[in-house]
């Protein structure tokens, strides 16, 4: 499965953007999909995860009521919507994905196989 990660930037203190999490030449059909991110000189840290086929998401505590994670079956693409963005946020973040990924794992980057190059967000103060 290969994953293409998209959509990162700079932005200010409060601005938004979306990530972009598509697949090609597979469906995320049964996958749970989840983003990663990773500041310098820290660990990789869970933000966000879905289930295709339930449509259950999970966030990390730091991002609810921030971010958004959604899919597009149509376009086998899963979003990321990250609004009132703080310096805190800025990292590589890194969409992963894999298949019987139990709900109680969702959060370990240790349950994915499959992860996407990175995109860089990075938010000003």
């Known amino acids: 499965v290969q994953l293409q990660a998209s959509g990162g930037g700079l932005v200010q203190t409060g601005g938004s953007l979306r990530l972009s999490c598509a697949t090609s030449?597979?469906?995320?059909?049964?996958?749970?999909v989840a983003w990663f991110r990773q500041a310098p000189g820290k660990e990789r840290e869970f933000v966000a995860g879905?289930?295709?086929?339930?449509?259950?998401?999970s966030y990390e505590d730091s991002v609810k009521g921030r971010f958004t994670i959604s899919r597009d079956s149509a376009k086998n693409t899963v979003y990321l919507e990250m609004n009132s963005l703080k310096p805190e946020d800025t990292a590589v973040y890194y969409c992963?994905?894999?298949?019987?990924?139990?709900?109680?794992?969702?959060?370990?980057?240790?349950?994915?196989?499959?992860w996407g190059q990175g995109t860089q967000v990075t938010v000003s103060s």
């Open positions: 992963a994905a894999d298949r019987g990924v139990i709900y109680s794992s969702i959060p370990d980057f240790r349950a994915y196989d499959w």
């Open positions: 030449g597979h469906t995320f059909s049964s996958y749970t």
């Open positions: 879905i289930r295709w086929n339930s449509r259950h998401t």
